[in-house]
Every structure is written in structure tokens, then in C-alpha cells.
């Protein structure tokens, strides 16, 4: 079947007529050759299109050479950590806080001024108040950058409308509420006002989850609470373990309560200076430093312990003392004129000054068994800290022995590491602590879901034990890192 020819452009190639003049003889046989290639009726679409193709697949193929191989990257939008893989960014966690009322929020502020001898009066403009300084703020700073205006730096964004939530966000200051007033019993005071009640509280919030349809739709698997305190929600805590818990250790909870499946390990704040100086041991004159309180409950008798060693020692500084602002100051300096920094084992497995020696570039040294770490799938703490076993560590000469055996050059390493991650410590870093947290809470969402689902259809059963809620950890028994 015959097609109907294509028109053509006027200044294309066309093959002769009939009518055109026959070629000269006088033409060399290089001429013709390149004549009747020009003139050939079937030729024009390959001998061009094939030797364009490959000149622009050769174009292509050096490009990507170029690009891959030979360029620069810019450093200053490299991924925050080098040394992690980067996922695909999908969308972020949105979060519903829940608008308390204002009595489990800015009223526990109020409340513990009043305590202390402060305004007797409600604030004119709650928003003025001050939180006060304590080694638990993560309630207020996560509060605070969740009520914030503009929040596109954020990994989480903050929804208006419930029904577009993925997780529920409780804003008790539960760990301020802990310490408002821990001294007067429950009761009236003075004057006839009713003195604050954690316990009441606790048991306020509750009754008011109870009443709510979010709480009620998924038993409380999608809702997230701070206790950070290790004491928080004590009384509470078995009504919202479902939950998110954001917590500083699992040193009070039950492995039927808590674990690092649903949970998050919090920073405790630093309650130091942060060292601005460089990494060096020039003017770390001492070896080891500790300032803190030598008579512990539980696993914190170990204490007492190492105090009998190591207060004999010469290169070493080791003093008994409590919170104030006096003992900081003094912890400061010691902190940063020591090359190690010990962290034994409190009445909870962690405590502040951990973190104290992180900001400080003192190489933190554990002795804590049971010790839970923040942030540990993007932090290698064997990289900036030394964690030996108690049993060793109360060993006459070991851990002094140990200490002594470090090079400089493996304590210059320690400090550049601890002086790359100690961002992850700072509250009140736009890329610190707060930022971090809420990646961990949002790692959390699929099991989350998956937890929801699963408990919406499992039938009634007797359970001898905890149920999908413990993780078997610490099996290695290593003795010491280094």
C-alpha cells in the first residue's frame, strides 16, 4: 500500500527531476561521491539523526562525568551530620497541642512563685512569666516552640484542627508541678488559700484526658507526655503509659510503663557554662573531677564507694556538695580545667552533670550500668565518653590506673567529637535539643499506628507478663569502652 509522500520544507533537499541536467563527466570521483550523497532521496533522516544522537548522549555522559566526579560541593548546605545517610524527606509530624487550661500550664509557674514569695496575684499577662531555672525545662521549651509564630525551621508543624493530627501533644508542666511545693502538706494555708497539690493535679489532668474524644478514639497510644523528672506523673503514669512518655532515664518506671520502642530519653539541661575555649589539655591541669552529692539511695550507693577512693588521690578532685549557685560556679571551673569528668550512678541511673561535662569538653566518665542515652541512633558515645562497669570501677587503683593509660591524642579526639555533638544538648540552640526531640517523637508515628490498629482488634487475654512493651538491652558485659 502506497503512502502519500510528506511535504517538505522549500529550502529541504529535493531528488532531481526528470528534467535536471545530467552531472558533468568532468567531476572527480570524490565529487560525485558527495554529490549523490547530498542528493540521495532515503539518507538525510539517518546521516544526521544517528550522529546527533551520539554527540548528545557524549554531551550528556561528560556532564554527569563533570558533575560527579570533578565538582565542589558547597559546604554550607552539607547535611548536619556528615557521617549519616540522609532519607527522603517526607512530610512532617503534625501535632495538635491541646489548649489546657491555663491552671497545668502558666498557673504551675505562678503557683511555684507564690510558694517561693512571690506575686500573690494572678499575672496580667501570663505570657511575661518566667520559667524558672531547673534541670528539667523540656516541657517549657517544647511548649514554648510549639506556641512560637513562625515555626518553618520546625520538623514538626503544629495543626489548629485535631482531625488533622497525627500525634496529640499534652503541655503539662509536669515536672515544675513536682517541685512547686514539696515541703507544706496538702491542706489550707495561712491566709485560707488551698495549698498546691501535685498529686491533685495529676489526678485533675487525668479527668480532663478522660472527657476528651481524641483521648478516648485510640486509648492514648497517639497522645505524648513530658515527664522528664524521673518523679513526674508518678501517680498517673500506669493511665498514660500508652502514650509517648519524654523521660530522662527509666530508673523509676516499669518495664510494663516504659521502654526505647514507644519512648524518648531526654537531655537533662546543663547546669553549667558552656566551655567556649578550644580542644587542648594545656589548661586541663587535673585528671579527674566530680562535684556532687556522695550519699545516693539505690543504685547510687556506689558513690560513697568511689568517693573513699578517689578523694585519696592526688590528680584528682572529688567534693561532696549540693545545688546552689556557688557549688555550679565551682563545678564550672573544675569542669573545664579537667581532662575527665566522673558521672557515677545517682538515685537514677543519669543525671545533669553528664551533660554538664558534654558542654564543658571534660570527657565524661560512666560508671552507671542501667544508663539510658539521648539521641543515640545519630550520636556514638563511645566516641565521647568512657564507660566503665561499677564493678570495676570500685577496683583499688583501676579507674586511676585506666584514666592515666590515655594518650593525649585519643583525649584530643574525644573533645573534638563531644565539641561536634554538644549542640545536641542545648535547649536553646534553633538546632539543638528541642529540634532533635521532636525528630525522635516523630520516628515514633509507625509504631504508633501499628499499635493502635493491633490493640483494636486483639480479644481479652490473661498476661503473665509485660506485652510488646520491654526491649532485652545490655547483654554485652563489657567492662569498660576504652
Known sequence: MSQRPKSRPPNSHSPPSSSSPPSSPSLDAKSQALTALSLAPTMPRKSILKPTLAT???????????????STPDPTHLPSSSLQ??????????????????????????????????????ADDVSRLKYPGNQH???????????RPDRDDSVVTRVLDPEQADLFYVPFFSSLSLVVNPIRPVGLAGDGVPVYSDEEMQEELIRWLEEQVYWRRNNGWDHVFVCQDPNALYKVVDRVKNGVLLVSDFGRLGHDQASLVKDVILPYAHRINTFKGEVGVEDRK???????????????????????LLEVEEDVIIKHGAQSRESRRMASQGMHTSKFCLHPAGDTPSACRLFDAIVSLCVPVIVSDY?????EDVIDYRKIAIFVDSSSAVKPG??????????????????????KVKRYFEYEDPNGAVNEI????????PLIKLMINRDKRLVKRELTGPDCSCLC??????????
Request: glycine share 6%; no cysteine.
Open 137 to 147: 525545662p523540656a516541657e517549657w521549651y517544647l511548649f514554648s516552640d510549639l506556641i
Open 286 to 308: 587535673s585528671l579527674l573531677f566530680f562535684m556532687g552529692n556522695r550519699y545516693r539511695k539505690e543504685g547510687g550507693k556506689i558513690r560513697d564507694l568511689l568517693f573513699q
Open 438 to 445: 521532636w525528630r525522635q517523637v516523630s520516628l515514633k508515628l
Open 473 to 482: 538491652s545490655n547483654q554485652s558485659g563489657i567492662q569498660t569502652t576504652l
Open 371 to 375: 544508663i539510658e542515652l539521648p539521641f
Open 56 to 70: 548528545l548522549l557524549s554531551l550528556l555522559a561528560l556532564y554527569a562525568f563533570f558533575t560527579t566526579f570533578l
Open 85 to 122: 545517610s540522609s532519607p527522603e524527606k517526607s512530610a512532617p509530624l503534625r501535632i495538635y497541642m491541646y489548649d489546657l487550661p491555663k491552671k497545668f500550664t502558666y498557673g504551675v509557674i505562678e503557683s511555684y512563685a507564690k510558694a517561693r514569695g512571690g506575686s500573690k496575684s494572678p
Open 398 to 419: 583501676f579507674l586511676i590506673k585506666l584514666l592515666q593509660g590515655v594518650s593525649t591524642e585519643r583525649i584530643l579526639e574525644f573533645q573534638q567529637e563531644l565539641k
